[in-house]
């Protein structure tokens, strides 16, 4: 278990930029001094001075972000500043614009230089990590998951691990699909907390899986909400799984199976969600099949009635079917396949035929034995 102390209101680390001698140092052209301020989770500031014996005309800072990508991206930014011999300049990466990253994010930075005499001069690539430094954060590792918290006690972290080493087993024995990367999960004490770390959260925001970083944010109050936390972990962490397994520049999951996935990791079907979908099925309300691979509507009876569905369709799929077949899908789909052509492949019916199918078998559980 690791403490980290130190409490801000606002994350400001400073990072010296070490520039390694012997680089490519023509007409005597130096970096003196250049940092990294991170303002969690607003802005990165991005400073340097550096001299030379000419005009310094050109100062670059390039990037990259650790996170999973079909192509290897390195950022460029141009620095504005009035050419001189000695010069200090600065960009600030407003996340405002761009979107925010997640704490237990990283990125890769360094600097390149020209002068009017020709000289160039390149840095080494440093490596800045973004915290959520607002916290006096513990963690605890169990396999491939770190996770994080700062309210309660050891055993309610203890109990967080389990549903997350639970959910890992759960979603292992129904479809064979595992975590490729190690995962880290931030437990925020309650959901404000979690959406001060964010850019432009909903006022609903839970829980959230940055799946393309391996990161998780929850927020779980110790008191009120453990149990309830359990099963947010269990259905972000599927997410993020699923997502690794799945991963591909050409097409993603149905809704319906991203979801029912997800919700089939947390345990047992929740009661709401048993009720709408009895009141469905008796008034036969029930969605498509092909309507649930969109995304799910925003009016609550017809989301809790598409995560019930979802619950129930992959419930179907892996009972009938068994679990061999299920990350074969994954699998397919993780070749690029359309949703129609992969359930083809691997099934031998469509997404309507899926439709008649599970609706079948809901008509031959109701008559009487």
């Given at each position: 278990?690791?403490?980290k102390?130190?409490?801000?209101?606002l994350?400001?680390?400073?990072?010296?930029?070490?520039?390694?001698?012997?680089?490519?140092?023509?007409?005597?052209?130096?970096?003196?001094?250049?940092?990294?301020?991170?303002?969690?989770?607003?802005?990165?500031?991005?400073?340097?001075?550096?001299?030379?014996?000419?005009?310094?005309?050109?100062?670059?800072?390039?990037?990259?972000?650790?996170?999973?990508?079909?192509?290897?991206?390195?950022s460029?930014?141009?620095?504005?500043?009035?050419?001189?011999?000695?010069?200090?300049?600065?960009?600030?990466?407003?996340?405002?614009?761009?979107?925010?990253?997640?704490?237990?994010?990283?990125?890769?930075?360094?600097?390149t230089?020209t002068?009017?005499?020709?000289?160039?001069?390149?840095?080494?690539?440093?490596?800045?990590?973004?915290?959520?430094?607002?916290?006096?954060w513990?963690?605890?590792?169990?396999?491939?998951v770190?996770?994080?918290?700062?309210?309660?006690?050891?055993?309610?972290?203890?109990?967080?691990?389990?549903?997350?080493?639970?959910?890992?087993?759960?979603?292992?024995?129904?479809?064979?699909?595992?975590?490729?990367?190690?995962v880290?999960?931030?437990?925020?004490?309650?959901?404000?907390?979690?959406?001060?770390?964010?850019?432009?959260?909903?006022?609903?925001?839970?829980?959230?899986?940055?799946?393309?970083?391996?990161?998780?944010?929850?927020?779980?109050?110790?008191?009120?909400?453990?149990?309830?936390?359990?099963?947010?972990?269990?259905?972000?962490?599927?997410?993020?799984?699923?997502?690794?397994?799945?991963?591909?520049?050409?097409?993603?999951?149905?809704?319906?199976?991203?979801?029912?996935?997800?919700?089939?990791?947390?345990?047992?079907?929740?009661?709401?969600?048993?009720a709408?979908?009895?009141?469905?099925?008796?008034?036969?309300?029930?969605i498509?099949?092909?309507?649930?691979a969109?995304?799910?509507?925003?009016?609550?009876?017809e989301?809790?009635?598409?995560?019930?569905?979802?619950?129930?369709?992959?419930?179907?799929?892996?009972?009938?079917?068994?679990?061999?077949?299920?990350?074969?899908?994954?699998?397919?789909?993780?070749?690029g396949?359309?949703?129609?052509?992969?359930?083809?492949?691997?099934?031998?019916?469509?997404?309507?035929?899926?439709?008649?199918?599970?609706?079948?078998?809901l008509?031959?559980?109701?008559?009487?034995?």
């Open positions: 278990m690791i403490k102390t130190g409490f801000t209101l994350l400001v680390v400073l990072l010296v930029l070490l520039v390694p001698g012997g680089v490519n140092a023509q007409g005597g052209l130096a970096v003196l001094d250049s940092s990294v301020q991170i303002n969690f989770p607003a802005s990165i500031v991005f400073s340097i001075t550096a001299e030379s014996s000419s005009a310094i005309s050109d100062i670059r800072l390039h990037y990259t972000v650790d996170r999973m990508a079909h192509a290897h991206v390195v460029e930014i141009p620095l504005s500043f009035t050419p001189s011999d000695h010069v200090s300049a600065q960009w600030v990466w407003d996340m405002r614009m761009s979107g925010g990253m997640p704490p237990g994010s990283s990125i890769d930075c360094w600097w230089l002068d009017d005499a020709g000289g160039e001069l390149e840095t080494a690539p440093v490596t800045v990590n973004i915290e959520d430094e607002r916290y006096d513990r963690s605890t590792v169990q396999g491939s770190t996770l994080f918290w700062y309210e309660g006690d050891d055993g309610f972290a203890a109990e967080l691990m389990d549903a997350a080493q639970s959910a890992l087993s759960r979603l292992d024995e129904n479809t064979g699909a595992e975590l490729e990367t190690p880290r999960i931030y437990i925020y004490a309650n959901s404000a907390d979690l959406r001060g770390s964010m850019i432009f959260p909903q006022e609903w925001t839970g829980g959230v899986a940055f799946t393309e970083y391996g990161v998780i944010a929850i927020g779980i109050n110790p008191d009120t909400s453990l149990d309830w936390g359990k099963r947010a972990i269990a259905h972000e962490l599927t997410h993020l799984v699923v997502h690794q397994v799945t991963f591909n520049p050409y097409n993603s999951l149905p809704t319906w199976l991203d979801e029912g996935l997800a919700v089939t990791a947390e345990g047992e079907l929740e009661p709401e969600f048993v709408v979908l009895s009141e469905a099925e008796s008034e036969d309300l029930l498509s099949v092909r309507s649930l969109s995304p799910f509507s925003a009016n609550t009876w989301s809790l009635l598409s995560y019930a569905e979802s619950h129930e369709l992959v419930k179907y799929l892996i009972d009938e079917y068994g679990r061999d077949k299920m990350l074969e899908l994954l699998n397919t789909f993780g070749q396949s359309g949703y129609d052509e992969a359930l083809m492949k691997v099934y031998g019916f469509d997404m309507d035929g899926l439709n008649a199918l599970w609706r079948a078998s008509e031959a559980a109701a008559v009487p034995s």
